[in-house]
């Protein structure tokens, strides 16, 4: 049975719901995605193509201008100090957008990270990479399989619970992706 006051409430609140970003995620249409012939070159120089990695992959999307991004660092962090354990999967990020002119290079940047949370970043300044991929927004993280599709993704993760649910998620893909191929 629908309470009358809980279906007014639903109704008056919808508009605001959509107002404020509850319509839908835009990142929906990357969900099993090949990934793009797009290359790319880390701060250190190296070449990434994306589409030959290899095996899966973890990419972050992301900006030093970009708020959300830098208040979900610790996060990011906590992640890759998880995920660093699987040798099945690569972890990478890419900088989208040029760095700001009042803070520090992304190769300084870089190199200041921790060792145990580094990892190669490849500079998109052009926004080239970022739009091959139809990555709507940042941070963004995509989850690539061993076959290069687009299998999962994920927006900042704002918690270090939302950080383990990604995480348990990340495994439990990889895991069943390596027991089917070994049947």
């Known amino acids: 049975m629908i309470h009358r006051r809980s279906l007014i409430g639903a109704i008056a609140t919808a508009p605001v719901l959509g107002i ?78 040029k760095a700001p002119d009042d803070g520090p290079s992304l190769p300084e940047w870089a190199a200041r990270q921790r060792p145990e949370v580094r990892v190669p970043v490849v500079d998109d300044a052009t926004m080239a990479i970022m739009n091959a991929f139809q990555v709507p927004g940042t941070p963004t993280h995509i989850l690539i399989d061993a076959s290069g599709r687009i299998v999962e993704h994920s927006w900042a993760f704002k918690s270090s619970r939302a950080v383990r649910s990604f995480t348990r998620k990340v495994d439990y893909i990889l895991d069943r992706a390596a027991t089917a191929a070994a049947q």
């Open 20 to 97: 404020a970003g509850c319509r839908g995620d835009a990142a929906h249409v990357m969900m099993g995605m090949q990934v793009p012939r797009v290359r790319g070159t880390t701060t250190d120089g190296l070449g990434v193509d994306f589409a030959g990695l290899g095996k899966a992959a973890l990419v972050r999307f992301w900006g030093l201008w970009c708020g959300p991004c830098t208040r979900d660092e610790p996060f990011w962090q906590e992640t890759v100090e998880e995920l660093r354990r699987r040798a099945d999967l690569t972890v990478l990020s890419v900088h989208v957008g």
